[in-house]
């Protein structure tokens, strides 16, 4: 049992790189800074020039100098953000004054409505983009590409038909279209190169799409660091960082093709790409990207535009900074925008989530300003003016990145995530335990914590911020969540998940017609404890093997692929299907089988086919998770059913790990799960770092578990054909309670602020636990409250559980002047077997809130807040060997 033995030595990797903002802080802090982040457990930072005043220049390399030498004397790593400005494509000012050729081109077409027939007729056809562009002497950069005409095939909606396009651009002169207007109504689409139209923050940022401007951005950033550290790169340096790259032709998570009006990213190699894909009537087409046409052709040329940009995105940006990294022996990790549904979208997106990361070495994610939240898994509101999808973010973001970790070779199994950052300093470290399961088990195992700033405080650049020069009262327990983190991250790294079902990512189905996000179905799944991966079409290529009836993807195995409901798939996708279907691979569709190719090519004799398949099915989404269930093809099986509940399996060679967690914020689980392994096991307590004898008995050549599960309460179970009896295994779990009883009287209570600490001010009686939040009581206290009480103790058991109870929410506990350590979220149970005593005893709880209560500041407005202090009740059980 390695892995495990590893955690239970302190032998477990480092898997935290937080993010550590730079604004030109003097020596003394940013030593004092490396030092507290070491001791708080984290071994790597991510530097971040956001707020710097001089990146890669002389004040700069003097930051850098001092942080690389304190990560070289503290065995730590450093990543490196790879842009002075957010998000990355900035290029340090590189493009804006050195490259302006190389900005970003989009795509457009002015449309222009009239009545014919008229002989003789002529248009102005130079498009002026808002009023300070029409005054005379305006120089844009527009280049017209073509002028088209097409006829109005429906006045109410101004859709056009398509079979009456023609080019016209062969009657344009100085600027003039000169063209005897037919009869009927016309549009006359103008279509043009500019570089207007699109998000104003990244108006001076590189082209993503042409490889020139990304090396840019590697002259500027990345060469600069390798001259400086070439002889710590893979060393002390261990990469680069690209937070939120995209293509930025829209403002917002809304640039679905086709959909949402708006200019298109472009480049003077897209037009030749796209006649290569469909030929020379590309050209004419061009109008379909914008316009809505009557039958198939604008959804035609509309997947062909997403396929082809959004493979060069991949090409020409991601794969070329991550093979760069890869020759100079370092990594390249990042993020993309993925909100609402960006991921596979024009704007704030990269057009296809698999491809946009496909040359980073970590796949990755982010989670930030209140996305997820725990019991939000609906649409809900934010920061941002349009709110948030809780159900994407719920069950799809965490899947949608894990499962680009497990399926590409290159990522190692390994998948970042950034977090924390935005949620308001109502965030501590109950909700940031609770956020860090939460991705755990769906597969996310390395974190960026976003931040520690060594501004004065308070920062309100996105609080809350870690330590933040002592202000921060939990951070003194932040290594408890660092040390979790990084046990349960090894334990779930390395080795191969496990998981029953494959769902098709559905980018390529927005890009064709009306489709099923593939969150949809990720619900139902998880909700059932059916776990599973997200698949993009483009791995369904060349001749796959099936075995068993299961389909093998990098390291996974799946026993069925579940197809979201989509008007359209791409011709290859589905010739792939139906020979996997041949082969013994179920592929279940939800609620109909498409009705055509994306490229607009004939399938029907192909859907015949599928329709015929044995190993094609068709089930309504409310029902796919009973199908896949009838079908035995779900790993574990819960007595009740149990939403809340979600869990990872994870094998190594010599063990399987199963995670478990209860996602509900306030609600108990008390259930049995079943599974279908013949090994013994052991519950794995990371928190403590030990393990625990399970409550469980044999069934049906598996074994069947007693789950129970408090609010924000996570399960490890570690199965082994090994014995453990060589391990001290604890064995209260199993054991039934005699006696309980609760801890009443009158509590002291006395207060500190976070830079007071340990010396309590504030003295209070209270002969009942209540909220300390209270008006009349302390309304804006944050820091630490301690609580005393004696109580008495007539007869001792062997084994003794003292539960706190309620908790807000960080609590340490000494009992007769022993320290039993600290909970930073529910269970607040200590195991004080050893330290209870016949007679009178002494309890003393410290709880330590967040800031939110003293410093109230505009993102925590979204979140609910909890009340302050200890509220019980005290409980203490005592049991029976």
């Known amino acids: 049992m390695k892995r495990l033995n590893e955690v239970l030595n302190n032998e477990e990797k480092n898997y935290i790189l937080p993010f550590f903002w730079q604004h030109g802080e003097d020596e003394e802090t940013l030593r004092d800074y490396m030092k507290h982040i070491n001791e708080a457990g984290i071994k790597a930072v991510c530097i971040e020039s956001r707020p710097h005043p001089d990146f890669v220049g002389p004040l700069w390399w003097r930051d850098m100098d001092i942080i690389m030498e304190e990560a070289r004397n503290r065995g730590m790593k450093v ?166 790259p995209r293509f930025g032709n829209l403002k917002g998570f809304e640039g679905s093709i086709g959909r949402t009006k708006m200019v298109l990213p472009w480049s003077d190699e897209m037009l030749e790409i796209l006649k290569g894909e469909v030929g020379e009537e590309a050209l004419v087409n061009l109008p379909l990207l914008f316009v809505d046409g009557v039958e198939d052709k604008d959804h035609t040329i509309r997947y062909h535009y997403m396929d082809i940009v959004s493979r060069l995105y991949g090409k020409n940006f991601t794969t070329q900074l991550g093979d760069w990294c890869r020759e100079h022996e370092v990594e390249y990790i990042g993020h993309v925008i993925e909100d609402n549904g960006a991921h596979s979208r024009l704007g704030y997106g990269p057009g296809h989530f698999f491809r946009a990361l496909e040359g980073q070495d970590m796949s990755g994610i982010d989670v930030i300003g209140g996305q997820i939240v725990p019991g939000m898994d609906f649409s809900h509101s934010g920061f941002t003016a349009a709110g948030w999808d809780g159900e994407f973010f719920h069950y799809g973001l965490a899947k949608l990145g894990a499962s680009l970790g497990h399926l590409d070779p290159k990522k190692k199994g390994r998948t970042m995530c950034e977090l924390f950052g935005a949620y308001g300093w109502v965030e501590g470290l109950k909700l940031m335990k609770w956020l860090t399961d939460h991705l755990l088990v769906r597969g996310v195992n390395n ?103 299961k389909i093998f993807l990098n390291n996974e195995s799946f026993k069925c692929v579940v197809i979201p409901y989509a008007e359209a798939l791409p011709q290859n996708l589905l010739k792939s299907i139906a020979e996997l279907t041949e082969k013994g691979l179920k592929v279940i569709f939800i609620d109909k089988l498409p009705e055509r190719a994306s490229e607009g090519v004939e399938v029907e ?56 967690f209860n996602e509900h914020p306030y609600e108990s689980i008390d259930t049995k799960v079943y599974i279908p392994l013949n090994k013994k096991s052991v519950s794995y307590d990371a928190f403590n770092n030990s393990i625990k004898a399970c409550k469980s008995q044999l069934k049906d050549g598996g074994v069947e578990i007693d789950l129970k599960l408090s609010a924000y309460e996570s399960k490890i179970i570690i199965f082994s054909s090994d014995d453990f009896e060589n391990y001290d295994v604890d064995n209260i779990e199993v054991l039934k309670a005699s006696e309980k009883f609760n801890i009443e009287g009158s509590w002291k209570v006395s207060m500190a602020g976070p830079l007071d600490y340990p010396n309590f001010k504030e003295e209070i009686k209270l002969d009942e636990l209540v909220n300390l939040a209270k008006p009349k009581l302390y309304p804006s206290f944050s820091g630490t409250a301690r609580y005393e009480i004696n109580f008495e103790v007539k007869e001792t058991a062997e084994k003794a559980l003292l539960d706190l ?9 000494w009992l007769n002047e022993e320290n039993l350590g600290v909970r930073i979220c529910p269970p607040y149970k200590f195991d004080i077997s050893n330290y209870i005593k016949k007679g009178v005893n002494s309890l003393v709880v410290e709880v330590t809130n967040t800031l939110v209560k003293a410093h109230k500041d505009a993102f925590s407005q979204y979140a609910v807040q909890e009340p302050v202090g200890l509220l019980g009740p005290v409980k203490v059980s005592t049991f029976l060997e």
């Open 79 to 244: 990543w490196v953000l790879d842009d002075s400005h957010f998000p990355t494509g900035y290029a340090a000012g590189k493009i804006k004054e050195e490259y302006p050729e190389l900005k970003k081109w989009y795509l457009n077409a002015h449309r222009i409505d009239v009545p014919g027939p008229m002989k003789d007729s002529s248009f102005i056809i130079k498009y002026y983009p808002g009023r300070a562009s029409a005054i005379p002497g305006y120089k844009g950069e527009d280049k017209v590409l073509v002028v088209i005409a097409a006829k109005i095939s429906n006045i109410e909606t101004g859709a056009i038909d398509e079979k009456t396009l023609i080019d016209v651009s062969e009657f344009v002169q100085d600027g003039v279209l000169y063209w005897d207007l037919p009869e009927g109504n016309w549009s006359i689409f103008v279509v043009f190169m500019t570089r207007d139209g699109g998000e104003e923050i990244t108006k001076d940022y590189l082209n993503p799409i042409v490889a020139e401007a990304t090396r840019v951005l590697i002259d500027a950033v990345y060469e600069p660091h390798y001259n400086r550290y070439k002889e710590d790169f893979g060393k002390t340096l261990a990469g680069f960082f690209s937070d939120e």
């Open 605 to 660: 004799e192909l859907i015949v086919t599928l329709q015929e398949r044995d190993n094609c099915e068709i089930a309504k989404l409310s029902s796919i998770a009973e199908k896949i269930k009838s079908l035995s093809i779900n790993e574990i099986t819960l007595d009740s059913f149990e939403p809340n509940v979600t869990y990872y399996h994870y094998k190594h060679k010599d063990e399987d790990i199963f995670m478990f």
């Open 805 to 813: 109870g309620r908790v807000y929410e960080v609590a340490e506990l």
């Open 447 to 549: 974190f960026v914590p976003h931040a520690f700033s060594p501004k004065p405080f308070p920062d309100w650049d996105c609080p809350p911020h870690f330590y933040a020069g002592g202000n921060d009262p939990q951070f003194r327990f932040m290594k408890k969540w660092s040390d979790y983190t990084n046990r349960i991250s090894h334990l779930l790294s390395e080795g191969t998940h496990i998981a029953p079902a494959a769902v098709l990512y559905h980018g390529e189905a927005e890009w064709s017609g009306e489709y099923m996000p593939f969150n949809k179905v990720v619900k139902e799944l998880l909700q059932n404890q059916i776990d599973c991966d997200v698949v993009p079409a483009d791995v369904f290529s060349g001749d796959l093997p099936v075995k068993d009836g």
